[in-house]
Structures are given as C-alpha cells and as structure tokens.
C-alpha cells in the first residue's frame, strides 16, 4: 500500500476517479438548484377565431417574444431551449374592442422548472371592430414618356375594391391607387401594378392586418406622339363703332401641342376655330372664347381648351404724339441742365379731323427751373397745343439734372 502511494502516477488516477465520483454524487444524487436564461420564446395567441365571430380582430401585440429566467433542478434546467417553452395568451374571452394586459402562461418539459423573472412581465393586446369597405381605385401615372411624347389617362379594368381590416385603420383610408410607370416610353404601357392605400396627407398605409380583394390591378396607358399646330380663325364683317378703328386682332394662344395617332398627326396642318365677326364688336364687347375643337382623336398636351381673340380697337378721338424737344425756363445762368427724360408720348383727345392735323411741332413742352440748383428734378412740364379744338390727356413729368 505504501509503495503504491508513493508512486506518483497512481496517485495522480486515483485523485480524478476520486473527483468524478463526488461531481456524479453532487450531480445525479443531490441535484441542487439552478437557473438559467432562455431568450427568444415565441408568444402564441389562443381562441383568435372566437374574436372573429364577435366582429372582433387584433390589431397589435406589443410583443410576440420573450425571455425568463428559469429555475429548477440542475439536471432539469441544464440545456434548457426556447423552443421546450411554451407561452400562450387566450384572448377568448375579450368580448369588445380596447386594449387588454396579458401575463403569458408559460409551460415547461418538466414540471419542477419554475420562473424566476420574465421579461416583459406582460403583453398588451389591442383589438379593434373588424370593418369592411368599398373604395374606388383612381390611377395615375409616373415618369415621363420619350421626348415628343404623351402619356394619356391611364385606364384601369377594375375600377373599385373591397378592402378589410381593423375599422380604425379603414377610417384612415382616404385614397386607393394603382401607378403606372411610363418613364421613355414611346408606346403603349400595360402593367400589373400593386394598389397602394392612402391618407389623406398622401401618406401610405401598410398593415399586414388589412385585406384587399384584389391587390394588383391591370393598368393600360396609351402613349401618343405629339405635333405643335397653329390655330386659325377668319375675320369677317365690318367694325361699326362711331369713334374707333381696328388696329388688329390677336389670340391669347397662336398655337398648342396636341397628341393622338400617327395618322391623325401627319394630315393635321392646323386647327380652325371659326369666324370672328367684328360687327358684332363693341368698346365693351371686343372678345370670343373659342373652344377648341379637338374632337375624339386629338388630346390638348397643354391643357388648353379655350382660346381668346380680341379686337384691338384704337379711339379716332384720340391720339399719341411723340415729344422729343423741351424748352427750358427760368434756368440760373451759372447752372448747366441736362434733360434726362429723352421723350414724352403724350396723349390728345379731339376730333378726328383737328387730330389729323396735329403733329410734334404742334406742341410745346417747357420746363419751369426757377429756383432750382445743382441736383436731380422731376419737372411737371407745361404743355401746350397750337391746334385749336384739342385736349391734352393725363398726368406727366421730365426728369432734369442740373450741375
């Protein structure tokens, strides 16, 4: 025996099975207690289908996971995983909407596991009415088709659909879209295209709680080529107003950009607009509002439908002379003028005859400077007419720097 001891190799064997017997003693005979973490254990909802025959849905669950510390047994609890755990909420027994607190009951493999800590302590569910509603589906289009291009109105083969879910997310549902891309296209674009639900600040609603009965519509958008046309109109009568004269006639669009077929586009030169009759022109009645007849085939790319032509007419009674010669008065002999303005139309009123015989020698311009000095005036000339009969209209003023 004592040889045995002292051999040191024997000794160092017989202190491990010596060691590995009191871990088994400890382990398998004792067992204390012992905890560990288990992390990421799925929270399962129970009896949902019986909030489904009360008109009755959750909307949201603050959490679908959580984690413990569990305690037990070492041999029990050893290995532990979150898929041997079981936790469940029974929301069965929820009769309205509003938000309801949840502890989740948990279950283990072994009996003798208990909960040390959970983490979250509980769960909030909220339910909502289940509502249903009818909305309709308006299209539009994005991007911009290939230069020399036009994008119609897309159109749609469904028009409306029938969206469930949560009634206060149903509520916030202001808008259903289908967008259709029509970035360089150059001919006719056909897509299967997502609905998108909108708020009324444009906003997108995305819930996996909503349903709609056909989530992806067929969306069509013919593309045209597009031409620049004049528009034309004839002028026919007479002008029949004591006093005045046509100068000309004018539109408020000479021309637009219209879109439709090839065919359409190569015979078209321009777009006429019809007569306007200038017997029919008064001081107070001078302009037409044409619309623009496009028919079926043409598509106004600017927008425009209705033109203007209006007849400019120039009173016989009046008249605008150009004054370029000013006549200085009263101007200090030290002092240097310099007139700035360079001319004055001013405006006369008198018959047409007297008015034909005035001219710019007709009249004189004289600028009062008594009493100015070195600086920059705003003179209100005096202005006088050699022809008898006339009548010198408005208000106006000449510039003189004097140094």
């Not at 973490?37 to 025959?53: C, D, K, M, P």
């Not at 360089?184 to 897509?191: C, E, I, L, S, T």
């Amino acid at each position: 025996m004592i040889n045995f001891l002292k051999n040191n190799t024997m000794l160092k064997l017989f202190s491990i099975l010596l060691a590995v017997l009191m871990w088994i003693y400890v382990v398998q005979i004792e067992n204390p207690q012992f905890e560990i973490t288990v992390q990421g254990i799925s929270v399962r909802l129970l009896n949902e289908s019986q909030l489904a025959s009360r008109g009755l849905m959750i909307v949201e669950q603050s959490s679908d996971t959580m984690s413990i510390r569990a305690k037990g047994k070492r041999q029990s609890v050893i290995g532990l995983k979150a898929a041997d755990v079981s936790a469940s909420i029974d929301v069965g027994n929820i009769q309205q909407a509003g938000n309801y607190s949840f502890a989740p009951q948990l279950t283990f493999p072994d009996d003798s596991i208990s909960v040390a800590e959970k983490n979250p302590r509980s769960i909030t569910i909220s339910v909502d009415l289940k509502g249903e509603k009818n909305q309709d589906i308006t299209a539009k289009v994005t991007g911009t088709p290939k230069e020399g291009y036009y994008a119609a109105e897309p159109e749609l083969y469904q028009k409306e659909v029938v969206i469930q879910g949560p009634s206060g997310l149903l509520e916030q549902i202001a808008k259903v879209t289908a967008v259709i891309d029509v970035d360089g296209a150059k001919k006719d674009v056909k897509k299967q295209v997502k609905l998108q639900l909108l708020k009324s600040d444009g906003s997108e609603i995305i819930s996996d709680k909503i349903t709609v009965s056909t989530p992806v519509v067929t969306v069509v958008c013919k593309i045209y080529p597009t031409k620049k046309v004049n528009l034309e109109y004839e002028v026919t009568g007479s002008l029949n107003v004591e006093d005045y004269s046509l100068k000309e006639t004018v539109i408020s669009n000479p021309s637009i950009t219209v879109a439709g077929s090839e065919d359409v586009l190569e015979h078209l030169e321009y777009i006429d607009l019809g007569s306007f009759d200038l017997g029919e022109v008064t001081p107070s009645n001078y302009k037409k509002v044409f619309p623009i007849p496009l028919g079926d085939s043409l598509i106004s790319v600017d927008g425009i439908r209705n033109v203007a032509v209006e007849a400019v007419l120039v009173s016989d009674r009046k008249k605008l002379v150009e004054v370029t010669g000013f006549q200085l008065e009263h101007l200090d002999s030290k002092a240097q003028a310099s007139v700035i303005t360079q001319s004055l139309q001013i405006e006369l009123e008198g018959d047409k005859e007297v008015l034909a015989q005035v001219s710019e020698d007709s009249l004189t311009v004289t600028l009062d400077l008594e009493g100015c000095v070195e600086g920059v005036y705003q003179i209100i000339p005096e202005i006088q007419c050699k022809v008898e009969g006339v009548t010198i209209l408005g208000d106006y003023t000449v510039e003189v720097l004097l140094q």
